[in-house]
């Protein structure tokens, strides 16, 4: 293992994927390597963690409280990075500098990836050919190539769990909102508003100028696909997650018209997607202001969606890790579908018929829902709106968690029981395709079908090796 430090030549021949890099391949197993076995004695998964950045270090921090993996290696080509990654998870994994040092060892039965977008596809693909389970943060893959390229590859390996780090997909208010439409509750749902507003200028300081690509690997469209891949990758999945299919075509704007600093990619965005039976998912993210115009939430600020049908509308955020839900119905609801009426569905009680028209209903997954005397009268109201939804069949869980820490909890269980996640590939590379033509749209200002990501990047993927 290297003890230096990295210079920005070993980066770019070493790590983020630049063409001309030297080539260097992985160390192969003699023929197909075998699946890693997933099951040690005890039904631990051994795990290695590749790239403990910023997202890195807080999936160690869920991951060290997590009884179903062991990390055994790790890897980062930043040595400050992977002294963190280290402390963080505790324990002695063994470190690396080079991640196929990490993968060409045999009791590793999976591996987190946590790099900059433009080393996902290389380091996911070389994982799965060493025979290793793979949780890749999202956006999953990069470019449309890697798109086609993966989707081959894990069918040849398909005894393989793949997993992206969609966590929305593991909350239980995002689940609800789910089985909220399921069951007919906001009736036909038609719109869905989503934004992601910040206020600042995403930078992270840099001590060596020479270091500022590695560091700030997101301002540029060399490493990142900027806010669509960063921020509107989350909901442009939740938004194909609720409507169940993936966008018709894409319109949208983007400009680099607040932060003049060098950087290449859209400091703002905004695009509108057209699903298959004309619903809307109308999306934004700003980076000078983080006001939320469009979801009101108490309290939660930046991010959310609105989930608007004929019945109801759901807005629902997952802020800083804490799910928010509020749920309001529509005062002319529809007669809809086998769900019976609207107007049946609300015949329970009579707060529920005012309160749900004008303040909403908070979704409160997870808190008992016992009413005592204790209880204000907030309290019961939210607690008999809530036994209301759970007497309709909508589930309510039991316990709230942050869904970061329940999908890598998942993803280790998955790879123990042979299971299939529920954010696996076709999730990932509907997710990338999605983020791959919104810029597309935005760069070549015209609607962009869906059905072009089929005929873009045909030609085989040409991997820069380091
Ligand atoms: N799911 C989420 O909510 C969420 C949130 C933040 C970031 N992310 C994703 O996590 C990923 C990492 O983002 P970040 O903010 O942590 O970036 P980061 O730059 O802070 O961390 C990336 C780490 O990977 C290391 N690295 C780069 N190339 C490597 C290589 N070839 N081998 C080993 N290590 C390598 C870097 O040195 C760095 O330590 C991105 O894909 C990002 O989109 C997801």
């Not at 807080?58 to 991951?63: A, D, E, K, S």
């Not at 069951?183 to 507003?197: D, E, F, N, P, S």
């Not at 019945?311 to 955020?317: E, F, L, R």
């Not at 990932?428 to 791959?436: A, C, K, M, P, T």
Request: aromatic share 8%; with cysteine; proline share 5%.
């Amino acid at each position: 293992m290297a003890k230096d430090g990295v210079n920005r030549r070993e980066f770019v021949a070493r790590g983020l994927g630049v063409a001309g890099a030297a080539a260097a391949v992985l160390p192969r197993l003699k023929g197909a390597p075998a699946v890693q076995s997933g099951k040690s004695p005890n039904g631990t998964v051994n795990y290695g963690f590749i790239g403990p950045g910023s997202r890195g270090q807080q999936l160690l921090q869920h991951l060290s409280r997590i009884d179903a993996g062991r990390c055994l290696a790790m890897c980062d080509i930043y040595p400050e990075n992977l002294k963190k990654g280290i402390q963080t998870i505790g324990g002695k994994p063994e470190p690396y500098h080079d991640y196929r040092e990490l993968l060409a060892r045999k009791d590793v039965d999976a591996v987190f990836i946590a790099v900059p977008l433009s080393e996902h596809f290389r380091i996911t693909k070389d994982s799965l050919e060493a025979g290793k389970h793979v949780f890749c943060e999202k956006s999953l893959v990069f470019k449309p190539e890697e798109v086609h390229a993966l989707r081959a590859l894990a069918a040849e390996h398909s005894k393989q769990v793949i997993q992206v780090g969609l966590q929305r997909r593991y909350s239980q208010f995002y689940q609800m909102a789910r089985q909220m439409i399921e069951k007919g509750l906001l009736g036909r749902v038609t719109h869905i508003q989503a934004q992601w507003h910040r206020n600042g200028d995403w930078r992270r300081p840099v001590k060596d100028k020479n270091l500022e690509e590695q560091i700030n690997w997101r301002m540029y469209r060399k490493y990142s696909s900027g806010l669509a891949g960063e921020l509107a990758s989350h909901q442009i999945d939740v938004a194909d997650w609720m409507f169940g299919s993936s966008p018709v075509s894409v319109v949208g704007v983007g400009g680099i018209d607040y932060w003049k600093d060098g950087r290449d990619i859209y400091d703002n965005i905004q695009l509108i997607y057209t699903y298959p039976k004309g619903q809307k998912l109308i999306y934004h993210s700003i980076t000078n202001n983080a006001h939320m115009p469009f979801v009101g939430l108490p309290g939660v600020r930046e991010v959310g969606e609105v989930i608007m049908g004929d019945a109801g509308t759901v807005h629902i955020s997952l802020d800083k890790g804490t799910g928010h839900g509020m749920w309001f119905r529509e005062a002319n609801a529809p007669k809809y579908g086998k769900a019976g009426t609207a107007k049946e569905n609300w015949t329970a009680g009579a707060t529920v018929m005012e309160g749900g028209i004008s303040k909403g209903f908070p979704i409160l997954p997870g808190r008992e829902f016992e009413m005592s005397d204790a209880d204000s009268f907030i309290s019961k109201e939210v607690k008999y709106a809530k036994r209301w939804l759970y007497s309709k069949g909508v589930m309510v869980p039991e316990e709230i968690r942050d869904p970061v820490a329940v999908e890598l909890e998942d993803f280790l269980v998955c790879v123990r029981d042979n299971k299939k996640p529920k954010a696996d590939l076709q999730v990932g590379l509907n997710d990338s395709s999605g983020v791959i033509l919104s810029n597309l749209a935005m760069d070549e200002q015209r609607r962009v079908m869906y059905s072009e990501i089929e005929t873009m990047g045909k030609q085989p993927v040409k991997l820069a090796r380091g």
